[in-house]
């Protein structure tokens, strides 16, 4: 089927309504080929894209990319793809890295600095024993209206050094799951 030539460009709705000579400008590129007036539209509804058709008889030969242009694009893929690429952990993403590395790493650095200060103030702690203890705090639930019913002070030996039984005012008791919270006293 032959391309006629139009001023206004023709829309089609689907792929097989275009005729053979019409193609893309990503087609073109990939036959060598720089493309000329828009001779045709197609609407990609599943990507709400409209492409532009071109004649391939009317289509201009590209130009080879001199060794300077080649050299220069691999620079500047190589500029790009570092700014997307972790430094931790070496994945490359779609978009730059504001800091360098991902999310994930990110969050993985929190975490360790968090679990490292923790483990700090744990250490300072066990070596100051003999001033800290654990209170140990069963309650009826976490909200306003719930109750403590057991309270127990631990020290950090093993030493039981005060428990005791709360009456709740609370009726069915039995009924209502229990929840610790555990303090460290110093």
């Not at 097989?16 to 045709?40: F, H, Y």
């Not at 800091?99 to 790493?105: D, K, L, M, R, V």
């Amino acid at each position: 089927m032959s391309v006629e030539m139009e001023t206004e460009p023709i829309r089609y709705k689907r792929w097989e309504d275009v005729p053979e000579g019409l193609l893309s400008k990503t087609a073109l590129k990939e036959k060598g080929l720089n493309p000329g007036p828009v001779r045709g539209t197609i609407h990609l509804r599943s990507r709400n894209l409209l492409v532009n058709l071109y004649n391939e008889q009317e289509a201009i030969p590209r130009k080879a990319a001199t060794p300077q242009q080649i050299a220069a694009l691999d620079k500047a893929r190589t500029v790009l793809n570092a700014a997307r690429t972790c430094t931790s952990c070496g994945h490359l993403f779609s978009k730059r890295l504001s800091s360098g590395i991902c999310q994930f790493c990110r969050h993985d650095r929190w975490l360790h600095e968090v679990s490292e200060d923790a483990e700090r103030r744990i250490r300072s702690w066990v070596s100051r024993s003999e001033s800290v203890v654990v209170v140990d705090v069963e309650a009826t639930g976490l909200d306003d209206n719930d109750e403590i019913v057991e309270i127990a002070v631990v020290g950090l030996d093993g030493k039981l050094l005060y428990q005791s039984l709360v009456k709740p005012t609370i009726p069915n008791l039995s009924m209502r799951p229990m929840f610790t919270a555990l303090l460290m006293i110093w």
